[in-house]
């Protein structure tokens, strides 16, 4: 009588357990890119700014800085994350 009232509890309680880890699982979100892409594009914007002020505008390291900042501006468009167009799609940052 005993050993079919343990045996009962134990699968009580496996059954529960297993319920309780595939059900009770917290919802999961997709992450906000929005932090990681305005960091890159504003060190990529400091960059720019640097190699303009010691190089001039039409140099080929901002060129090259430009490119780089729009592979930056390719990665938040594929993670779905939202920059500041005001701030980085004006003037000198935008490729000619």
């Excluded at 357990?17 to 917290?26: E, F, I, K, Q, S």
């Excluded at 505008?57 to 594929?78: F, G, L, P, T, Y």
């Amino acid at each position: 009588m005993m050993t079919k009232l343990w045996t009962r509890m134990a699968l009580t309680s496996a059954l529960a357990g297993g319920l309780l880890l595939g059900v009770g699982a917290p919802a999961r979100a997709d992450r906000d890119w929005g932090k990681s892409c305005n960091e890159k594009l504003e060190a990529d914007r400091a960059r720019i700014d640097k190699d303009a002020a010691r190089h001039g505008e039409n140099s080929r390291q901002v060129a090259n800085d430009v490119q780089i900042m729009d592979n930056n501006r390719k990665w938040c468009r594929d993670h779905k994350a939202d920059w500041d167009h005001g701030r980085f799609d004006i003037g000198i940052y935008l490729r000619k």
